[in-house]
């Protein structure tokens, strides 16, 4: 397997070695792409616009599966050089749209601070796919919409009309499960009932974008819902009577040996913990209570 392949039909995948961006071949000259990967790896754009004229491919769109910048980050090169559309889904088209919008989630770090890295993940829509819609016609092509929230609020699944899903994030492989000490849901109760969903989908193949191509997902569904609940008992058994979120974020990061560099990687470990929090005390594993101007939790059982 190259690093651009035939999934099936005229739904092919381009693997950057950090993401997989599905190509729907609307013709000999002409695509759509499912997401359009990171521009934070150094050479990742120039891969992907090499790789596209290699094939003698032009993009007329682009679907973007949600708005975290490892999936929006090409869309700027893209635009400029095709000229073409940006499609998104729900909220997150108006929240990647701009830097101001995206400021708002970056709440712990200094605007001045966040202006370059916030630049870079502007996601430009072009186009906003109203919420509720089940299909997408481009170029007289049908594109299925399925909304799949979760790891991100507005996160969707892209079905082609190779009957082949494009399903982001909703669901991470075998490899990248191993190596992950805290996967990321904003919404973890929400986000298993998606993987269910996606897993009682029959579709022929699933592009997966942290990595790889699946024939069937029961099984990884499942695993995928099993590596959460255990890293929120692992989170659990770091709260002890009285901490603050503050105290909590500090003994997961030295339970589980996360490497923090710098503030901004202490404020992305935050966004990362916060829904295990959130979690545990939806399904009253800890409890919160407020005292002397802090929010203080504890274990329950």
């Known amino acids: 397997m190259g690093n651009f392949f035939c999934v099936k039909g005229n739904t092919w995948c381009i693997d950057t070695k950090t993401t997989m961006i599905g190509v729907y071949r609307l013709n000999e000259r002409d695509a759509v792409l499912?997401?359009?990967?990171?521009?934070?790896q150094p050479d990742e754009s120039e891969f992907i616009l090499n790789t596209?004229?290699?094939?003698?491919?032009?993009?007329?769109?682009?679907?973007?599966t949600h708005g975290h910048w490892d999936?929006?980050?090409?869309?700027?090169?893209?635009?400029?050089?095709y000229d073409c559309r940006i499609y998104m889904y729900g909220s997150e088209a108006y929240t990647s749209k701009n830097i101001d919008n995206l400021r708002f989630m970056w709440s712990r770090m200094a605007f001045q601070e966040m202006r370059p890295l916030l630049a870079r993940m502007e996601a430009l829509p072009t186009d906003y796919i109203p919420e509720g819609e089940t299909e997408l016609e481009i170029c007289g092509r049908k594109f299925g919409i399925l909304h799949?929230?979760?790891?991100?609020?507005?996160?969707i699944a892209i079905l082609t009309e190779d009957n082949?899903?494009?399903?982001?994030?909703?669901?991470?492989?075998?490899?990248?499960l191993r190596h992950s000490k805290l996967p990321y849901a904003e919404n973890i109760a929400v986000d298993f009932r998606t993987?269910?969903?996606?897993?009682?989908?029959?579709?022929?193949?699933?592009?997966?974008?942290?990595?790889?191509?699946?024939d069937d997902l029961r099984e990884i569904a499942e695993q995928n819902i099993s590596h959460y609940i255990k890293r929120a008992e692992a989170v659990a058994s770091c709260v002890q009577?009285?901490?603050?979120?503050?105290?909590?974020?500090?003994?997961?990061?030295m339970d589980m040996h996360i490497h923090i560099r710098t503030r901004f990687d202490f404020s992305d470990i935050c966004v990362m913990i916060t829904p295990f929090v959130q979690y545990l005390e939806?399904?009253?594993?800890?409890?919160?209570?407020?005292?002397?101007?802090?929010?203080?939790?504890?274990?329950?059982?």
């Open 241 to 253: 009577d009285g901490m603050s979120f503050d105290d909590i974020a500090a003994a997961v990061i």
């Open 195 to 214: 993987k269910r969903k996606l897993a009682a989908l029959r579709c022929d193949r699933y592009i997966l974008s942290h990595k790889g191509v699946l």
């Open 71 to 81: 999936h929006t980050g090409n869309n700027r090169a893209l635009r400029e050089k």
């Open 164 to 176: 082949v899903a494009m399903i982001g994030d909703a669901i991470m492989t075998e490899q990248v």
């Open 282 to 301: 939806e399904i009253g594993r800890i409890e919160a209570w407020y005292e002397n101007g802090y929010l203080r939790y504890r274990r329950k059982r």
């Open 52 to 64: 596209l004229d290699a094939e003698g491919l032009g993009v007329k769109a682009v679907i973007a």
């Open 148 to 155: 799949t929230p979760g790891h991100s609020r507005s996160h």
């Open 34 to 40: 499912l997401d359009s990967g990171s521009a934070f």
